[in-house]
């Protein structure tokens, strides 16, 4: 389990255009980098289409997998969006949680696109710290 993720505005920026794009819909992707410190960012096209679930297009996860794997990466983080909230997982997300990496869950909040980060492992949740630096 790791307490603090770290990215940049940039990384910030492009999940959070992403959400706001795809909304009503879900947005997903993959963030990759070293330990805990991001430093690619994968929008994934959520194959479910919906407003209320999100399921990555297995080819598409894969190559995302392989290009990662290619660049010296690891898989540290996962996101996607609640267009209609909450702003934590939701009991299918811990249900369905596979990988050991950081989720992040971006939800509305006044009009403004937020996140927050959590480590999912046997069925609990944990909150991450999410650390924008420039
Ligand atoms: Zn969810």
Redesign the pocket.
């Known amino acids: 389990m790791i307490e603090k993720l770290f990215l940049t505005r940039s990384h910030w920026n492009a999940m959070r255009r992403h959400a706001a794009r795809r909304a009503p819909l ?1 947005a997903c992707g993959l963030l990759a980098g070293k330990e805990a410190r991001v430093e690619a960012v994968y929008g994934m096209r959520n194959a479910a289409r919906s407003p ?3 399921r990555m297009a297995a080819r598409a996860q894969w190559r995302a997998f392989c290009r990662i794997e290619d660049l010296g990466l690891e898989l540290v983080g996962i996101y ?3 267009p209609i909230g909450p702003d934590q ?2 009991p ?2 811990v249900a369905e949680a596979m990988y050991p990496v950081v989720h992040l ?1 971006w939800s509305p909040k006044n009009g403004e696109w937020q996140a927050r980060g959590f480590w999912i492992e046997g069925g609990k949740v944990f909150e991450v710290t999410l650390q924008i630096a420039q």
């Open positions: 879900e209320l679930r999100f996607h969006s609640h997982p939701s299918t997300d869950v």
